[in-house]
């Protein structure tokens, strides 16, 4: 969940539609209770998948070698 207080209908959909990327339907048709559960589900959906990123990256290293970047 965010750490900012959302106060206004401006804030609200900033941040679920624009940044979690919630339908604009789900965000005008839905209660809040629902929008938070979606919120936080995909919070924790996103951080899973970063820490899955990181391992696949990290195996991939280990496979390959750690490649030096192009500059």
Same mark, same amino acid.
């Given at each position: 969940?965010?750490?900012?207080?959302?106060?206004?209908?401006?804030? #609200?959909? #900033?941040?679920?539609?624009?940044?979690?990327?919630? +339908? !604009?339907?789900?965000?005008?048709?839905?209660?809040?209770?629902?929008? $938070?559960?979606?919120?936080?589900?995909?919070?924790?959906?996103? +951080?899973?998948?970063? #820490? !899955?990123?990181?391992?696949? $990256?990290? !195996? #991939?290293?280990?496979?390959?070698?750690? $490649?030096?970047? $192009?500059?």
């Amino acid at each position: 969940m965010p750490d900012f207080h959302i106060a206004t209908v401006e804030d #609200a959909y #900033a941040y679920y539609v624009l940044v979690l990327g919630i +339908s !604009e339907g789900i965000f005008w048709h839905a209660d809040v209770a629902f929008l $938070r559960e979606v919120a936080a589900n995909k919070n924790a959906y996103d +951080s899973w998948l970063q #820490a !899955e990123r990181e391992v696949m $990256r990290l !195996e #991939a290293e280990k496979r390959h070698g750690k $490649r030096k970047k $192009r500059g």
